[in-house]
């Protein structure tokens, strides 16, 4: 399960995207359209394999480990680790 933004669906670009380390039943991703980082509530659980239909540009990226993060419209993308999305409470 990762967590995602419902404006994800509708195409919001860019995409965003950070994976912190797995817990309880997540694999620690946290994906969301726009410039914005959503509240807490702004997510919702959604399953690994029904990514593609939600938003296809972003299924190459879920193998990256934890740490790693994205932006993505489809023609520009850029992916970075960033060693403090390994350190959460």
Do not use: C
């Not at 995207?17 to 410039?35: D, F, K, S, V």
């Not at 997510?43 to 690994?48: D, E, G, M």
């Amino acid at each position: 399960m990762l967590g995602i933004s419902l404006n994800v669906k509708s195409s919001i670009i860019p995409i965003n995207g950070l994976r912190h380390p797995p817990a309880l039943q997540t694999n620690g991703w946290y994906i969301w359209g726009g410039e914005i980082f959503p509240d807490d509530d702004g997510f919702s659980a959604l399953h690994y394999s029904h990514i593609a239909t939600w938003n296809p540009m972003i299924v190459k990226f879920l193998s990256l480990p934890p740490g790693w993060r994205f932006l993505t419209d489809g023609a520009y993308e850029d992916v970075w680790f960033d060693e403090a999305l390994l350190d959460i409470a």
